[in-house]
């Protein structure tokens, strides 16, 4: 048989595969798993009117038996993805466990640490196959791991964002879980936690390769969007918000997607288009299509 077609029939570790209904037992369905043998589904996992011979599509990994095990359930994260997981204990001689969906947590060995974690703590990893052990462990070393092909985003360019930790400079964070770039302090705009996913855009990409990001557009395209929802919240909050130019950055980063200074640059748009007002604390929405005391009216002097 060609080695593609042998390739086919093999279920890759940590990944979704398309495997074949072999038998069935009181236990569950086996599943042909090509190198890796028949690969037991258990019952509460067989979806209703499952039938021999059939193709299902399976998460394929090891339980806490080592056993090479399938399930239709959906883990945060495969085998060759970035993802933001919970340690849910530390064993100080083997490494961290993470949270990732699935009743067998994920090991995170301590080589594969670049800094110790802590219970509780959320962390970004790499999921990947263990080749010395055939094992699925996540690691916190995501360089190695991060796209080969040169960056070709654009100065202004709209991009998904995944903090990865805290530096002197400001966030490290992974482009479109590709790419590795910096957040200066200055323009985060308020505290980031690691594993928070954001909007951002490419501020600089520099010759060697190095990438500077914002969470803000520029110019005119951060203003006017954002003027726009800003209409939005007021019309949908009566008119009137609690939220003006003395507003904390965080409760403007979670309410408005965007840094204190682009919001209260907005608002200075907006204040200059007559469209709102200041009521310190607050704002207030000027519907510019009803008459005011101070309109000038065809028979009143002007004041």
């Known amino acids: 048989m060609p080695a593609l077609s042998l ?6 570790l940590g990944r979704f595969n398309q495997l074949k209904v072999l038998y069935s037992t009181p236990h569950g369905i086996y599943l042909d798993g090509g190198d890796h043998g028949e690969i037991l589904l258990p019952t509460r996992y067989i979806p209703s009117g499952t039938q021999l011979d059939q193709m299902l599509e399976v998460f394929v990994y090891r339980d806490s038996e080592d056993r090479v095990i399938a399930t239709t359930e959906t883990p945060l994260a495969q085998a060759g993805e970035f993802a933001s997981l919970e340690v849910v204990g530390v064993h100080r001689q083997v490494g961290a466990f993470l949270n990732w969906g699935l009743p067998k947590d994920l090991l995170l ?5 670049l800094d110790q974690v802590r219970t509780g703590q959320k962390v970004v990893v790499f999921v990947m196959l263990d080749e010395r052990s055939d094992r699925i462990i996540a690691t916190t070393r995501l360089n190695r791991h991060l ?11 709209e991009v998904s964002l995944l903090i990865i930790n805290r530096t ?4 490290n964070a992974l482009i479109g879980k590709k790419h590795l770039g910096l957040l200066h302090e200055n323009r985060a705009g308020a505290v980031l936690q690691p594993g928070q996913e954001v909007r951002g855009f490419i501020a600089a990409v520099h010759p060697g390769g190095k990438i500077d990001l914002s969470l803000d557009a520029s110019g005119y395209q951060r203003v006017a969007p954002l003027t726009e929802r800003i209409l939005e919240v007021l019309k949908a909050n009566g008119g009137r918000l609690d939220f003006d130019d003395d507003s904390a950055p965080d409760k403007i980063r979670v309410t408005f997607e965007t840094s204190k200074a682009a919001f209260k640059q907005a608002l200075g748009a907006l204040f200059r288009q007559r469209k709102i007002r200041f009521t310190r604390p607050g704002i207030e929405w000027v519907d510019v299509s009803q008459p005011t005391a101070d309109d000038w009216q065809p028979g009143r002097g002007s004041r």
Not at 109 to 113: V, Y
Not at 147 to 157: F, L, N
């Open 7 to 12: 390739k086919a029939l093999m279920a890759d």
């Open 109 to 113: 060995p301590f080589r594969e640490q």
């Open 147 to 157: 796209s080969r092909q040169p960056a070709t985003y654009k100065s202004g360019e």
């Open 168 to 171: 002197p400079l400001g966030y």
